[in-house]
């Protein structure tokens, strides 16, 4: 059975600090793998990972992924009290994405 | 920026009765999809569209489900007859030429079944 693993499922943390986050995958016929940034509503495009071993990398936030070992991370530095939110993974299988139950970043002032 | 549009934004329904969620999809998008997120728990795939058809659908997305892109612009999500699990918030995303393009997610809407 397809499967896409995250952890931490939540993590308390304070401004400044850099946080990793995991997602794991068990999917046949794997193309792509997303993250996305769930605050209210909307899942909210961070990243998109084809490739092992490229950086992806926005402002504070990167992302890799590994094909070999079917994980991605994705790192943020210096975080803010705006990056609180539910952080998700979704892997691609040509016409149709699984998402990870997400992690829920708390970041604190 | 072009984006996803999804109405209502909140649907209230009784037990039983038919819904016609609507979207709008990213205009040049060419895959559309369905989803579903029950409070406080993961978003399910319900089902991909394109060329005017199901690419692929989930073990959730049943006789009851369908779906039509009536005029080359809307992208609708059909539930013939609602039942108290199908309360949910349901979004709609699209993306572009390849099947691996980000996709796009509406802002969605919820779903409440009484």
Redesign the interface.
Known sequence: EDKVVQSPLSLVVHEGDTVTLNCSYEVTNFRSLLWYKQEKKAPTFLFMLTSSGIEKKSGRLSSILDKKELFSILNITATQTGDSAVYLCAVGNFNKFYFGSGTKLNVKP | EPEVTQTPSHQVTQMGQEVILRCVPISNHL?F?W?RQILG?????LV?F?NNEI??K?EIFDDQFSVERPDGSNFTLKIRSTKLEDSA?Y?CASSGLE??????????TRLTVL
């Open positions: 895959y999809y989803y728990q993961k978003v399910e795939f991909s394109y690419s692929e989930s918030m979004f099947r691996t393009d980000t996709q796009y997610f509406g802002p969605g």
